[in-house]
């Protein structure tokens, strides 16, 4: 048994991003008979000659009619050995916010190049987003390689393009695969091919078997309180406990702990987890804390260990992904949701935007829609924050619209 | 996390996030095994307290009696506060209409019900037990799934969710849909079920029933249709799905305990929501239902 792993899959717009899910799916068994059926008769009726496998993920009436992607899928993939849950984001330069939506989670990302066009500008924009997001595992995945004629060349060319493009971002190291595929053929997904003679490496569904799960190592314990359950005991007396997941660390009981917003201490009297005590829990458990002292604590507070590392600061510089139509400036507000923390805080600077193919930051006084870029927040209330680099959780934020309520952007802080 | 962990406790923080962030939250209760699921993990997520929001079920009228029986006694078993809204009020006062013919089936009348319930109870979100593995256009939808104040879905207006952040602020009468078990398959929620001795109606395991072959399914012989007799056959079938008794399909089945009902599943290789004869009427029928304001 091995851990649930997230992948996101990237690619430019007829790369066949949906073909090779489909291909993935049909080859492990884990398309339904009924699935099957009603794809293999849309083939027929759209005269295609072959089984169209990207039909299987392509869900939306509004993309079947258009034949493309416009939001992202969530696929299950189950083998013998794990469970592989894969977001299936759109490739077209406009869903960059696709994108980071549906890689924010991943461990892995599988990004797809056609082999006839090798490295594209999109491909570029799809690499700097998975270092931005600190995806450590990327799969190159060059497909269509039957229209090159299974080419070595070409294959050790596009390699040693994407190898030459750039150093990642954050200083978060990256596994990077190569394989070369033919998602419509089917060679090097499940099956070893004869056409790739020269290709020694592993088909990709054993790299995919063989991705790991990473966390960011944290000596701080933080819990962010979700909600304040009052269980009343058989003596009738009513207890506090603080509902919420672990952010990263571990808790046990006995524990000195501080609260934030206030900055009271106190220690860890009980802990539940899932409907039943427990001494010890760890990053990502969802569990109930009941303290020693009573202090004022409420949805949005943060429990932490204590001693800590954490700095609380009114003041934060991100990496902003903008994901509204109407453009983020200077004076903008906002509400800033921070683990379960929801604040208000409001645009003090717009450093630049980042060219997405340099890597340049470029001065700008406004960010569009599927832009990334680096900006300075003025908080009305202190939040306990780390760099993203160094805690996924601690330092990744959204921003939602003050007046419409959508979510507008997503942060990672520098 | 392994995948059974991995899932429970996504659920659970998905469930606290409700509680946490709406006023009236409801839990949208079929009586069906995802249902039960959903009340089981909100048992454990809000323990040792009282589950903080209602059950509300949407009765069709057309249900099958063992699942109103078993809905009543995890009422009693799971300390929960439940609401009921009929279909047939909404026929009586004129806002839904009765379908006829031979296909008829009440279940796109539950949105005018639920829409006109979530009004009533100034409800702001209601949890459901939808999957995205149950259907292509279910596997874009999110976790927190935004209604306007006419219930409707809108695939482009649906919120980006980054990391674990749901954002569930509202403008007054708008309303969201939860998902807690999204991520699940048919079979995690069996194989949960058995880990956890969940207790599940007695229609979900092999049984003698009266059924009728209609469109390659044997359908559930009640009293809402009138079969010629020489069409009733006595067949033991089990049913994969609760839905509305007038179109929900069952299948040959001899598997009578949950360990064969598993068993079953791993061989069986038509999916959960084939045995859905409202899905089949049209090549999207389930996303343009959900553009209306079905759950």
Known sequence: MKDVIRISTAGSVDDGKSTLIGRLLYETKSLKADQLQHIEEKSILSNKGYIDFSLVTDGLLTERRQGITIDVSYIYLQTEFGRYIIADSPGHVEYTRNMVTGSSTADAAIILLDAQKGVSEQTIRHIRIASLLGIPQLVFAINKMDLIDYNQDEFDRIRKDILDLHQPINGIFQERHFIPISALHGDNIVHESTNFSWYEGRVLIDIIEDLKTFHSPSDDAVLNVQYVLRPKDEWGTVHRGYAGKIACGRFTTGMNVTVSPGGMHSSVKRIEHLGEPVEIVNTDENVTLYLNDHIDISRGSVIVSNPHSLIPTTRINATICWMERACLEIGGKFWIQHGVTRILCIVSEVEGKMNLLTGEIQDVKRLEMNDLGRVQFQLGQQLLVRPFAENKSLGSFILINYLTNNTAGVGFVL | ?295
């Open chain 2, 1 to 295: 996390m392994l995948t059974k962990k991995y899932l429970e406790e996504q659920a659970v923080y998905i469930l606290r996030e409700v509680a946490g962030q709406f006023q009236r939250p409801c839990l949208l209760f079929s009586g069906g095994k995802d249902s039960i699921v959903l009340l089981h993990l909100s048992k454990k997520a809000f323990w040792p307290g009282k589950i903080p929001f209602p059950l509300l079920h949407i009765d069709t009228g057309h249900n099958f009696p063992e699942t109103i029986i078993h809905r009543d006694y995890l009422v009693k078993k799971y300390d929960v506060d439940l609401e009921i809204a009929y279909v047939q009020d909404s026929i009586d006062r004129g806002t839904a209409i009765e379908e006829k013919g031979k296909d008829a089936s009440r279940n796109i009348l539950q949105t005018t019900t639920l829409l006109e319930t979530i009004e009533r109870l100034k409800i702001d979100a209601c949890v459901g037990g939808a999957r995205r593995d149950e259907e292509k256009s279910r596997a874009k939808e999110r976790v927190f799934s935004v209604r306007d104040i006419f219930g409707q879905w809108n695939e482009k207006l649906q919120r980006p969710e980054v990391f674990d952040f749901l954002n569930g602020l509202i403008r007054n009468k708008e309303n969201v849909r939860v998902f807690p078990i999204s991520n699940w398959t048919e079979l995690d929620v069996w194989e949960y079920i058995r880990d956890q001795h969940i207790e599940i109606p007695s229609i979900y395991f092999a049984h003698k029933r009266k059924v009728y072959y209609k469109n390659g399914q044997w359908m559930p012989v009640s009293d809402l249709l009138h079969i010629s007799k020489n069409e009733i056959k006595t067949k033991q079938v089990r049913f994969r799905t609760v839905g509305d008794l007038s179109c929900t399909a069952a299948v040959l089945s001899e598997a009578n305990d949950i360990d064969s009902v598993i068993k079953e599943i791993k061989k069986s290789s038509f999916s959960e929501r084939g045995a859905r004869m409202d899905d089949k009427r049209s090549e999207g029928a389930l996303e343009e239902r959900k553009k209306v304001g079905y759950f």
